[in-house]
């Protein structure tokens, strides 16, 4: 040994104590402090080990740290690691602190990144921290989102709120809430049973995921978990067949919407206008070129853009429409097959000056705020955007019918179609009428565009994903029959939605299309013909 | 039969201007060194016969539309058929030539696990079944098609319409994987024809030269058909069709058996046309595709069997100079010409030239203008 | 002709092109250009996705043409549209090869378009390049795949699901064509292979540009409450997926509950949506934008000058073109010409390097190297890159999932020079 040896290892020793001198503090910090600990992370994993943490340590700044990860504005300066986030003034704060930092230049922050592992741990932590949160919608959502986070050690929180919930509808989400929870936890089977019994009340499919995915409990558990499922499963099979008719109601408003202009141009006028599809793109455009102004110069009115947008593609389509009429369909009057090969070489020139003008790929139309997401209706799942074409759909063409048995210009429309001859005799100026009609139809087309715009991509093929079909509604309506337009429309998404289930999206829809075909041979007038001199017309 | 024949100058102009000019193109490629300037290259070739194959539709498609007034935007779905027949007997020829080497088989089907051949892909190995079958399948459908529609006066408009319908709901079926034709990547990689090999400029050029024979007898045989007591009872049909009703005849008869003819000359012109271009795919199906076929011959000028083939056969020239030269214009050239001609040209070409005094004799090739 | 008329209309680049090439040494004026060919759809239906290709490729060239071009010559792109019309992609192929004397083409995007010119670029012997991810089942001479096969994406990304997110549970979407059904084929056999049960593997196709996506998406969430951790892998294809989205962010269906991975997603896709509610659905390429190497940054500055457009996304299938052309251009300098049969000799074992920091190495099956990287969908429209593979993957042409493939291998190195070389009977099928 001697002296060397003891060289040695002073000098290890050493080198040990100052290779550990700095790790334990900035370890024991993390450990005690969950900010720290949130700093300190490094991969997904621990940042989500360390939000559950946070979540449930009490810190006073927990709150502000969960939301600023979730919406993305919690950085890390370059310089300390210290954890920033941004306010909604664009001011820099103290994560740990909650009070402004001066002087921190936007380019020395990274911003921490999460994944769905980490989402998830800030969903959970979320639902935790807002449970006593004043708003009752809040509250809701929160209990929710404990519901979805099964975490046991959120039962003594979730009960000390039931206590004190007075709102029974959130006392029912936390009492779900907690019964999720228990089934998590280890307690004993009568609390599970009765968590169980509790869950099934829910009777919808976050219930019935949750009954399923119970493992290894004991058996009455289980037993009370499968009987729950199969209640839950006879009650939502009812609900789902109701849910497939609503979808082919709301198929049926599209249809409707794409056709309704047609029923006026082809069904009133007998002109068979191809570039109809394109009519309907001009008004989805229209929406895009709203909805990028509206970004850049006034982004509060958001959410209003599709009220400015009716107007305007109704005009753009209907001055579309006047011009059509004007140079092309009047020189056609009676040749209805010229008229459909004129108007399809209009529609591949309108298609085309579109993506010259707009570029070849789709254009970002978004969904104002009213329009996302979905509402629940005696327990079916509409979705917002669905529900507002509906009565979007019904308002267009109850106002159109409106427009032809209320007003002149719908008397002067159908006095010109019934007899063109004796109309002008009568001193309509029929040329300027049929304009009108044109533009009408055109202009509806318009508005349609605005609300497809919200479903379907804007881009220059956008019209002929429809053409087909509205012909087709027309045609099996009944030409020249606004009832028969939407009794089609609305017969036809709802079979096709009711086939679509057993057939596959691909065999429902050829079906439809040869039910279709074949239903012209045996009535080759649609639905609801008209009767009369008009029909030789 | 001679006398109907050379009744129309116009179509003995444009068979011998085909016959001719495909001749001529055949011995620029074969007889002429590469370095001649009159050489025709292979690409030239191919082009030539992928514009005669739908001139044969076109013609198909005036039959119908010039001669009976009855606009089909379905013609695809005959054109169509026929290149699948065509394209089936391509694939059970490749045999164990496959990538997998399979016996029987055709590729997409090995490796989407079909264990064996569906029975619809039975017979196609042999030439005449396969040759019946363009000619058939498209008469059939034809028939069926036509007969409920025309028996329940499905007229017009209404009758386009469903047309489209129908094309449109087979590509839509041939499109699925599960019918066993391919899908969207439908029938490709062919290797020979009749003993012959499709990679092989002779056989280019014999199929360039099939498909001019297969235009001028198309003209002959629609001539023969129009001039014929038949043809005049068809044309009363398009012109009033009440009328010929009233007078004892059944219109829809002769609707039917013109319908049938045409989709089977259209099965044939499809037929012709995928050993050429080497591929066959449901977008042959597309209600656009048949659309455009119409155009070709509402330019060449509706009703002039003549006018129809001139159409195709220009139009898709222009479309090929179009694309290469000015793509992004294409497609306002191409909707520009429709609109020109449904409002100034109602004849097409062919009336523009017949207007000129000097061209044609004072009997006309034009047939009555068209209601 | 068509190469003058599309830089003219891609303004003033071309002037400052001829002053740099005039100006660079390499090039003598009297050494006659070298040709490629670039075959992109510019009108129809898959213009959409095919006319940034067609950019990227000009943007390529002129910038080689800047580094004095290759073996002294001058590129210069020949530039046709085939206009989204399967036929015309042969016949233009035809063209490109047999008037315009290219060396070297690139384009296409779909599968349909590459099997239709298959055949003319064996028979007429020239090279294709091909840039996106595709169904695999292929290996030609005369093609070099710089896309994705299945085992380049589809199957790194179900091991991510299954290893990091615990996915038991599978709902294969997509549309009916050749690449998700292969795609879906060879992850069911992978899947059951790893023990999922049958029941839990939900498969469902639907036409192109579907878009009333309300009955589906419905099934997936019911497909989802089996108790199990469900994903949805998506071969969904281009216009059908705007739909889809919006469908999914409406009906509430949420990244943290059952996540969406896609194969067909990219930055230009996701341009076209509000990507808010789809915010950490992933998916699953060999390139992401975001992706931060300095390879990358420069690529993207000189794209952003080129297009004149500072906000037009890159994507894979534009890496992939990056990587062939540069293969391209070192196998020419390797093999000292540009005659396609040398360069097709020379072109395996080029290594050059990728946007994402490692090398792209072109193999014997004429399939290259690539990383796989999955990202998950940010709220600005760009992917986070959260997991990739440890080094590169080399592209299986052939898959081992498939009953009639996996015995199948491709070399194109002598001796064996085949692409369907079965290793059970011995022998090369399918060469006429």
New interface residues.
């Given amino acids: 040994m001697g002296v060397l040896l003891r060289l040695v290892l002073c000098l290890a020793l050493l080198i040990f104590a100052a290779f550990i001198q700095a790790p334990p503090t900035r370890a024991q910090q993390a450990a005690e402090d969950p900010v720290a600990a949130i700093a300190a992370a490094s991969g997904f994993d621990e940042l989500a080990r360390a939000i559950d943490r946070l979540a449930v340590s009490g810190h006073p700044q927990a709150l502000a740290i969960v939301e600023a990860l979730r919406a993305g504005t919690l950085g890390q300066r370059a310089a300390d690691r210290a954890l920033l986030w941004r306010d909604a003034e664009g001011r820099f704060r103290d994560a740990a602190t909650g009070e402004v930092v001066e002087g921190v230049s936007p380019r020395d922050v990274r911003p921490i990144r999460v994944n769905n592992r980490v989402r998830r741990s800030l969903d959970a932590a979320l639902g935790a921290l807002q449970l006593a949160s004043p708003d009752p919608r809040v509250r809701l959502s929160a209990a929710e989102r404990v519901f979805r986070a099964r975490d046991p050690e959120a039962i003594p929180v979730l009960e000390a709120q039931i206590a004190r919930e007075t709102d029974p509808r959130i006392r029912r989400a936390m009492e779900w809430a907690r019964a999720a929870a228990l089934l998590a936890s280890d307690r004993d089977v009568a609390a599970k049973v009765e968590a169980v019994a509790t869950i099934r009340t829910r009777y919808d499919l976050d219930a019935r995921g949750l009954l399923a995915s119970l493992r290894d409990e004991p058996p009455e558990v289980m037993e009370a978990a499968s009987a729950a499922i199969r209640a839950i499963d006879r009650h939502l099979a009812l609900v789902h067949a109701a849910q497939d008719v609503v979808f082919g109601l709301s198929l049926g408003s599209v249809l409707l919407l794409a056709a309704i202009g047609l029923a006026i141009t082809f069904g009133v006028m007998g002109v068979i206008n191809m570039a109809h599809g394109e009519m309907v793109m001009l008004g989805a455009y229209t929406t895009f070129v709203v909805q990028d102004w509206i970004r850049d110069n006034a982004p509060h009115l958001f959410d209003h853009s599709l009220f400015i947008a009716l107007p305007l593609a109704f005009v753009v389509a209907a001055l579309a429409g006047v011009l059509i009429e004007r140079t092309i369909i009047r020189f056609l009057y009676g040749r209805p097959l010229e008229t459909l090969l004129a108007t399809f070489g209009l529609s591949l020139m309108l298609q085309q000056a579109v993506r010259v003008i707009f570029g070849p790929n789709n254009r970002e139309v978004g969904n104002p705020s009213w329009m996302s997401g979905s509402i629940e209706l005696f327990e079916l799942m509409l979705t917002r955007n669905r529900v507002a074409i509906i009565v979007f759909g019904f308002a267009v063409f109850f106002a159109l019918l409106l427009v032809i048995r209320r007003t002149r210009l719908g008397l002067e429309m159908r006095a010109v179609t019934q007899n063109r001859r004796m109309a002008g005799s009568m001193g309509i100026r029929v040329p300027w009428i049929d304009s009108l009609t044109f533009a009408l139809g055109s202009g509806v087309a318009g508005l349609a565009g605005v609300a497809l715009s919200q479903i379907d991509n804007v881009s220059p093929n956008l019209g002929q994903g429809y053409i087909i079909d509205s012909f087709m509604v027309v045609v099996f309506g009944g030409v020249g029959n606004l009832w028969g337009t939407l009794v089609a429309a609305y017969t036809l998404g709802i079979v096709n939605k009711l086939l679509e289930p057993f057939a596959g999206a691909v065999l429902g829809k050829i079906a439809v299309l040869v039910l279709l075909v074949l239903f012209i041979q045996v009535k080759p007038r649609g639905l609801f013909p008209l009767k009369g001199r008009a029909v030789e017309a | 039969m001679l006398r109907a024949l050379i009744g129309d100058r116009a179509v003995v102009m444009v068979a011998a201007l085909v016959l001719a000019g495909a001749i001529g193109v055949a011995f620029a490629n074969q007889s002429l060194p590469p370095t001649h300037e009159l050489h025709a290259?292979?690409?030239a070739v191919?082009?030539i016969g992928?514009y005669l194959c739908f001139a044969l539709l076109a013609l198909a498609i005036d039959l119908v539309w010039g001669y009976a007034g009855i606009?089909s935007?379905g013609h695809g779905v005959f054109w169509g058929l026929g290149g699948y027949a065509m394209g089936m007997h391509l694939m059970r020829l490749i045999g164990?030539?496959?990538?997998?080497?399979?016996p029987v088989l055709p590729d997409?089907m090995?490796?989407?696990?079909w264990t064996e051949l569906p029975w619809y892909w039975r017979g196609f190995d042999q030439a005449w079944f396969a040759l019946l079958m363009v000619v058939l399948v498209p008469s059939v459908l034809a028939f069926v098609f036509g007969w409920?529609?025309f028996?329940?006066?499905?007229?017009?408009?209404?009758l386009?319409?469903?047309t489209?319908?129908?094309t449109?709901?087979t590509m839509?079926?041939f499109?699925?994987?599960d019918m066993g034709f391919g899908?969207?990547?439908?029938l490709?990689?062919?290797?020979e024809l009749f003993g012959f090999s499709?990679?092989d400029d002779g056989t280019r050029v014999g199929l360039m030269l099939a498909s001019a024979v297969a235009v001028v007898l198309g003209l002959i045989l629609c001539r023969l058909i129009v001039a014929s007591r038949f043809g005049k009872v068809l044309i009363a049909v398009r012109d009033a069709e009440s009328r010929v009703r009233f007078l004892g005849y059944r219109p829809e008869a002769y609707k039917l058996a013109a319908l049938v003819v045409s989709a089977a000359l259209a099965g044939i012109a499809g037929a012709l046309?995928v050993p050429q271009?080497?591929?066959i795919?449901p977008?042959e199906f597309a209600?656009?595709f048949s659309?455009e076929a119409?155009?070709w011959v509402?330019v060449g000028g509706r009703g002039t069997l003549a006018g129809a083939v001139l159409g195709a056969v220009l139009v898709n020239a222009l479309k090929s100079w179009f694309?290469?030269?000015?793509?992004?214009l294409?497609?306002?050239a191409?909707?520009?010409?429709?609109?020109l001609?449904?409002?100034l040209m109602?004849k097409g070409v062919l009336g523009l030239v017949s207007a000129l005094p000097t061209a044609f004799s004072r009997r006309g090739v034009i047939a009555e203008r068209p209601a | 002709m068509t190469t003058l008329s599309r830089r003219s209309l891609l303004a003033g680049t071309a002037g400052a092109i001829a002053a740099t090439t005039l100006a660079a040494p390499y090039v003598r004026a009297q050494a006659a250009p070298i040709r490629i060919g670039v075959l992109h759809s510019l009108s129809g239906t898959m213009a959409i996705s095919e006319t940034t290709l067609r950019d990227v490729m000009l943007m390529l060239v002129e910038e080689q043409n800047k580094k004095g071009g290759v073996l002294g010559r001058r590129i210069e792109p020949v530039v046709v549209d085939p206009a989204s019309n399967w036929p015309l992609f042969a016949e233009r192929a035809r063209e490109l090869i047999s008037v315009h004397r290219v060396s070297a083409v690139f384009g296409c995007w779909t599968s349909v378009s590459r099997k239709s010119v298959l055949p003319v670029f064996e028979e007429l012997n020239n090279i294709l390049f091909y840039p996106v991810q595709y169904e695999g089942e292929e290996s030609s001479r005369n093609i070099f795949y710089t896309g994705a096969a299945p085992n380049q994406q589809a199957i790194p990304a179900v091991d991510y699901l299954m290893n990091e997110e615990k996915v038991q549970r599978w709902a294969l979407l997509g549309t009916d064509y050749v690449y998700p059904r292969t795609t879906n084929r060879i992850l069911d056999a992978y899947l059951k292979s790893k023990g999922v049960a049958a029941e839990d593997i939900f498969v469902n196709y639907t036409p192109f540009g579907h878009s009333d996506w309300q009955s589906i998406v419905a099934q997936v969430k019911r497909f989802g409450s089996a108790g199990k951790k469900t994903a949805v892998v998506s071969t969904i294809n281009g216009d059908a997926n705007v739909p889809f989205y919006k469908e999914l962010a409406n009906q509430g269906i949420k990244a943290t509950d059952i996540p969406v991975v896609a194969f067909s997603v990219g930055e230009e896709e996701l341009a076209g949506i509000d990507t808010g509610p789809l915010v950490g659905h992933l998916a699953a390429w060999n390139y992401f934008m975001s992706v931060d190497t300095p390879e990358n940054k420069a690529f993207i500055d000189t794209w952003h000058k080129f297009i004149r457009n500072p906000r037009r996304p890159t994507n894979d299938p534009m890496e992939a073109h990056y990587i062939g052309f540069n293969m391209w251009v070192q196998a020419v300098q390797k093999a000292g010409t540009p005659d396609p049969d040398p360069v097709i000799d020379a072109m395996i074992g080029v290594a050059v390097p990728n946007l994402t920091g490692s090398i792209a190495a072109m193999m014997p099956n004429h399939h290259i190297t690539k990383p796989v990287l999955i990202g998950e969908i940010q709220a600005d429209g760009q992917f986070n890159v959260v997991w990739q593979t440890k080094g590169t993957v080399v592209g299986d042409e052939w898959s081992d999932y498939l009953e009639g493939s996996k015995d199948l291998i491709a070399d194109w190195r002598p001796p064996m020079r085949c692409g369907n070389f079965n290793v059970r009977t011995g022998r090369c099928g399918g060469q006429s």
Avoid: E
Wanted: glycine share 10%.
């Fill in positions: 290259s292979v690409f191919g082009l992928k606009l935007l164990p030539r496959g990538v997998y080497g399979h997409f090995v490796f989407l696990n409920l529609a028996r329940s006066r499905v007229t017009g408009v209404y386009s319409i469903i489209q319908a129908l449109y709901a839509l079926a499109f699925r994987n899908g969207n990547n439908g490709t990689d062919f290797r499709l990679r046309y271009v080497g591929i795919n977008s209600p656009t659309i119409v155009i509402a694309t290469t030269a000015m793509p992004d294409w497609l306002f191409l909707g520009g010409l429709f609109i001609v449904t409002l109602p």
